[in-house]
């Protein structure tokens, strides 16, 4: 149960603080006073130098993905304002709020990263006695590609799974809801909002399966004294980027919570629907799944 956001641009390099503005790039970092259970970043970057090319060496898969995670809240770790101001083409970010009853270890920690393939969730993928996936020894998912995950978790299963369909030959928006498809037969009420992003795409996917916010998530919020901000916690909105002429030059997305007025631009991502970018052109568009 967490807060996401990610962006793509035209293939240029853009820092989080450009693209919301230092005041909501700080309001978003705020968020994990509540969603305090560690936080990361995943970041595309172009080398100066593709790695191998002289010395004979394959070129990895996380070429170009700069990934960093921790346990600490993003309020009390001073990476996040430095990572924050660094542009980069596309990027990745999550605040966590754990699931029920997983523990807060790094293996748990997002975005994951499989096959260059970064990955983050918000959901808590649980039958209705409130029984994690990860606790249902009879669900069938390829236990090695969930270990490649390096995660323990529902969003490292539900990753996994998106993985298998990507192996299969799905494109990748394709794979994700395929995913979901299959996942919603055995746990139809649970949240599958992610997003993931490869060297070339961006998926931010809108896929609650309740309308209304949980009661132990407003519980939490109002301990804080923000329960009006839990009315909309399933919300996702979209605003398109535009470069100085004018130009579109990508999309953002992201989890509700902060400000996000549509006088600005901000859209409302209907359920069941995802945003599909390239972060090499900055096209984009939603589909349904």
């Known amino acids: 149960m967490c807060r996401l956001l990610g962006y793509a641009t035209a293939g240029f390099n853009l820092s989080l603080d450009t693209i919301l503005g230092e005041r909501a790039s700080r309001a978003f970092r705020d968020m994990s006073r509540i ?10 970057y172009d080398p100066p130098e593709t790695p191998g090319v002289d010395d004979g060496g394959a070129p990895s898969p996380e070429t170009g993905t700069k990934l960093y995670k921790t346990t600490v809240a993003a309020l ?14 596309g990027a990745l970010w999550h605040l966590r709020l754990a699931s029920s009853g ?3 270890i790094m293996e748990n920690q ?7 393939l970064s990955f ?8 209705s006695h409130g029984r994690n996936i990860v606790e249902n020894k009879q669900y069938p998912f390829n236990h090695s590609t969930f270990l490649s995950t390096g995660g323990r978790s529902d969003s490292a299963i539900f990753f996994s799974i998106i993985l298998e369909y990507v192996a299969f030959g799905y494109e ?6 395929q995913a979901v498809r299959e996942l919603r037969r055995a746990y139809p009420k649970a949240s599958y909002n992610c997003m993931i992003q490869s060297q070339d795409q961006f998926i931010a996917l809108n896929a609650a ?3 209304r916010t949980s009661s132990r998530i407003v519980e939490i919020y109002e301990e804080y004294g923000e329960g009006a901000k ?6 996702m909105r979209y605003r398109a980027l535009v470069n100085e002429q004018g130009a579109a030059a990508g999309v953002v997305v992201a989890s509700s919570g902060f400000d996000q007025p549509e006088a600005d631009g901000w859209r409302e991502l209907g359920n069941n629907q995802m945003v599909v970018a390239s972060n090499r052109t900055g096209e984009w568009a939603i589909r349904e799944i």
């Open 120 to 127: 983050i969730h918000n959901g808590d993928i649980s039958d």
């Open 110 to 116: 997002q975005p994951f990263f499989a096959n260059g």
């Open 102 to 104: 997983l523990p807060l």
């Open 172 to 177: 990748l928006d394709e794979a994700v809801a």
């Open 76 to 89: 009390y770790d001073p990476l996040f304002d430095e990572l924050a101001s660094e542009p980069v083409r």
């Open 230 to 235: 839990a009315a909309d916690y399933r919300v």
């Open 209 to 211: 399966g309740r309308e």
């Open 35 to 44: 969603h305090n259970d560690g936080w990361g970043c995943a970041a595309l």
